[in-house]
C-alpha cells in the first residue's frame, strides 16, 4: 500500500512527490523541519512544536506557507489516510524556488512546504523497554542548533560515530560538556536530582523535554538545569533522552559505563509512565 | 529559451528537473556539490574540481555515481546544449532515497546527481573592476568546512549579515582571526607579501586558491600561510577574494576601512592577470 503524502496544497502518492533541483532546500540546506509524534491517531504536544516553528521561520526569514491551523487539518488528514495510530508526522518547509541558484533568495519567492507520515510503535521498542546504549562525539554543529533545520551532516556523522562503537545514539560534547543527542534531548539523574543542559543557541528546545519540564514540575521532581560532563554521566543513577518519537528511552551505557546496572532507573521509569500518560491525555 | 539540464543520466529542461522529497539532499543536506568556470567553453580548473570532489565523497561515504571523464562529457554537453561562453557547471551529488526517512541511510542507496550551467560574465562585472566591500561575522558553520556539502546556512546568515551593512561578500572569522569569505577564499598582501590561511578542516581548500597559488610559485611573488585577524586585514596594502565563478575579485573595504585608497592595487591587478591567462591557456 502506497502511503500518501502532502505537497504544496495538494496529496500524492509518495513516489509521486517531487520538488525542483532548484528548490533552495536543496541546493542550501535552506529548510525547516517539525516531527509531530502520533499516538492513538492523535497528535502529540502539536501546540508546543507550532510555537517552535514559528521560530525557526521566523530565524530562518521563511514567511509561514500554512497557519496553525491550516496544518493541523493537513496533518490530520495524513493520519487518517495512512490509518496511523502511532507514529509521527514529519513536516519540512524550504524558502522554495527562484529557479536558480543565486546565494541570496528573491524577495518574492515563495516557500516550499511537504509532509508525510511514519508509522512506529515507539512504546513497544526494544529499545524503550531495555534501554539504550549512548556513545560520546565531539558536537561539530554549527553554531545555530536552536534552529531546527535541516543541515543534520553534523549529527550525522556523530551517530555514525556512535553506530561504529555499537551505540543507538550519539552523546555530543563541546568544551567538555554535553549538548545533547544526535536527535533527542538528554538527561541524567542523580540522588534524585533530574538534570539537563539549559537552553542556549548550542542545543534544539526540544517539545517533548519542554513537555516533560512541565510535567516534572507538576510531579515535584526536582530539577537543575546545568552543564555537565560526559564523565558526570557516566557516574549518574539513571539517563534517558527524549523525542517526538522516542518518548522517554532509557540509557543504561555510556560509552561501556554500566548505568544503573545496565537496567533502566526508577525515575526514568517513572517519566515514560508520565510522559505516555500526558501523550495519551492530551493528544489532539 | 529554457535551459538544459541534466539529472541521473538524462538531459532535460530545467522545469522538468525534480527529485524526490525523500531524497536525503533535502531531508539532511546529505549532498557535496561543485561549481567549475567555464571560459571562452571550456572548463576551468577541471581536474582539481574533481580531486577535491573525490575527497568530498570519500569524507562523505557517498559512492561516485559517474566517473571525471563521464563528470567531463555531460558538463562539455550542457555547456554545448546551453551556448555557455563564460559561466559556471554546478554540479551536486546527494546520498540519494531510501524512499522513507530514517537517520542513517541503507547499504544500496543509490546516489542522485544533478547539474546545470548559469551564464555569467565574470571578468567584466562592476566587481571584478572596482572591488567589492566586505563586513566581517563570526563564522558559526559546523566544524567540517574542507567538505563542500550543501549545508550552507552558516555562510547564508553571515552573507546577510554583510549585505544589510552594503557588504558584497562577508568576511567571516573564528576565535579572532580570519577564516574566509562566504563563498569565496580571502587573502591579503602586506609589504608585497601574499598572506592567506593555511587549510585545515576550518575551510574549503579552494580549487582557484589552488591553482593562484601554484601560479604564485611559477611567478616568484612570495606567499605566507597563516593565520591573521580582521584587523590586520584592514591594515593590510590590498585584499581580494577567490571563486570559480569569482575569479580574482578585489576588496577595497573592509568594514568601512578603505584599503589601498578605495582602488584595487598592483599585487590583485597582477594576480588577475596571471589568473585569466592561466584559465584561457588550461581551460579544457
New interface residues.
Partial sequence: MTRS?Y?NGNYCA??D???????R???????I?EVAGVIDGRLLDFKSHMQRLDRSLKE??IPAPLNHDEILAVMRELVRLNSIKEGLV?M?I?RGSD???E??PSDGIVPTI?M?T?NKASAERKEYVDGIKMVSA?D?????RDIK?????????A??TA?EAGGGEVLMYQDGYVTEG??TSFYIVKNGLLITRPLSNDILPGCTRQALLTLVAEFDIELDQRLFTVTEAQQADEAFITGASTYVCPVVNIDDSLLSDGKPGPVTRRLQEIYLEHAMRDAI
Fill in positions: 503524502v505537497i509518495a513516489e512527490a517531487k520538488i525542483s533541483i532548484f528548490d532546500g536543496l541546493l542550501f540546506a535552506d529548510a523541519y530562518m526569514r514529519y519540512q524550504t529557479g536558480d541558484r546565494f541570496l511537504f508525510f511514519q565531539p561539530i554543529r554549527w553554531a545555530r533545520t535541516v543541515g543534520l551532516m553534523g549529527s550525522l556523522f551517530k555514525w553506530k544526535g536527535f
